[in-house]
């Protein structure tokens, strides 16, 4: 029997094993059947809606999503988002601060309290906020009686229901980042001599920015969709409190079915376009967090 050769043996070892077996099928096969999902989940039903707008032709189209109405719609809706946004990036960021670097009797409780937006059904939370800030509330009425402030049925109204479901997306993006910084930067600069401003803004506030900008792109998108915690606190009056998403069901309800295409296929086109943007800001982040490693 011939002798093994030890050279030959080191090279099989060294050569790269191109067939290895991985726990899904191939490649063919796995791009295969995602493609059939996605497409039968959401692409053929999201192509539906510029199909069933393109009825309408260009003029008609056109003339029913730059209606004064519905301009009056979009700017409620985005302009509440981007505040609701606005304030979540602010005050979420500061939640995420007081979880992260302060232990403090409920901290766990506060800790499961900002996840509550994401499991209360969005009716549950309009119903729970138009009883809070009604006129005659518990919240409302001193604000009414006390600063002629009404915030139900007001545009003020959404901007708070959006707060309210929008605060999780910001406190949960920048609290594992926050939890990777670590105390000895801030000591570092402190012993250098940085006051506690320049710290935030010199130390803290790069390595926390890419998170921010994603919390606050997550929170705007989730607001300008938002519906059910909107429909009960918003009042929905036509060029005052009315936002899209309303809008969209009150021409449904009139069986106008190209004219809601219509609506859905600009916010459809919107939230493609804030999607693209977060997942823009998620790779910068990577790249950024791999640079700075």
């Known amino acids: 029997m011939a002798a093994a050769n030890p050279a030959a043996g080191a090279q099989a070892l060294a050569r790269p094993r191109r067939n290895r077996s991985g726990v899904l099928p191939g490649f063919g096969i796995s791009m295969g059947y995602s493609v059939v999902y996605l497409c039968l989940l959401v692409l053929i039903p999201l192509a539906a809606l510029p199909i069933k707008s393109a009825g309408l032709g260009w003029g008609g189209f056109w003339e029913t999503v730059a209606s ?3 301009v009056a719609s979009y700017r409620l809706t985005f302009g509440a988002s981007l505040l609701a946004a606005s304030v979540n990036l602010v ?10 670097r302060y232990r403090f009797p409920g901290k766990k409780i506060i800790d499961a309290l900002v996840d509550l937006p994401f499991a209360l059904p969005t009716a549950v939370a309009g119903i729970a906020l138009t009883a809070l800030y009604a006129p005659n509330g518990w919240l409302g009425k001193p604000l009414m009686e006390g600063l002629g402030l009404k915030v139900a049925f007001t545009p003020l109204g959404i901007v708070i229901a959006l707060v309210f479901i929008g605060l ?12 990777d910084v670590e105390r000895e930067i801030e000591e570092a600069a402190a012993s250098l001599g940085a006051g506690r401003w320049q710290t935030v803004r010199r130390v803290l506030l790069p390595a926390l920015l890419p998170a921010l900008l994603t919390g606050f792109a997550l929170a705007f998108a989730r607001a300008v969709g938002e519906y059910g915690s909107v429909v009960f606190i918003a009042g929905n009056m036509p060029m005052v409190s009315e936002i899209t998403p309303l809008l969209i069901i009150v021409k449904l309800e009139q069986f106008d079915y190209t004219g809601a295409a219509a609506l859905a296929t600009v916010m459809l086109v919107i939230s493609f376009v804030l999607l693209l943007l977060i997942n823009l800001l998620q790779g910068w982040r990577q790249r950024r967090g791999g640079r700075l490693a």
């Open 68 to 70: 004064p109405r519905v």
């Open 91 to 100: 005050f979420g960021a500061i939640v995420a601060w007081v979880l992260v």
């Open 168 to 179: 999780p997306f910001v406190v949960r993006t920048v609290q594992p980042v926050l939890e």
